[in-house]
């Protein structure tokens, strides 16, 4: 039984461990942006994006296809229960609608962009 148990939980860790490094080697998460909003100073235009983001050096990028379109240096929070459906963190600056965090779906974390902005509103995604 105690070597049934070891196996169950050298399995799990491998698990865990090898979906990190592929999460960590940029796997992103697809997502359709339903407002244009600016990122970093650049305007990104409605539409489908795929949003990875590197842990190790604190940085969102989102990608079309094979181009990237903006990148902004970013931290992870954590939320208590997973996200049901994506959502964009904006506020509002002149005329335009500035990103300041995602939540992705099914995940139990925001990413939050390096801001200094307090006005933040939230634009649930489908």
């Known amino acids: 039984m105690k070597k049934v148990f070891n196996l169950a939980m050298v399995l799990m860790a491998s698990t865990l461990f090898f979906n990190g490094l592929v999460y960590a080697d940029g796997k992103g998460k697809k997502v359709e942006i339903s407002q244009d909003v600016v990122i970093n100073g650049t ?31 970013a931290r992870k929070g954590l939320r208590k229960n997973k996200a049901i459906a994506t959502e964009l963190l904006t506020s ?23 801001t200094n902005s307090d006005n933040i509103s939230v634009a649930p995604q489908q």
Not at 94 to 111: C, D, K, P, V, Y
């Open 43 to 73: 305007e990104v235009k409605k539409g489908k994006y795929e949003v990875k983001f590197d842990d190790e050096i604190g940085e969102m990028s989102v990608w079309q296809g094979d181009k990237l379109i903006a990148k902004s240096s």
């Open 92 to 114: 509002k600056q002149n005329q335009n609608s500035i990103l300041r965090g995602i939540i992705l779906a099914g995940g139990q974390e925001t990413i939050l962009l390096n």
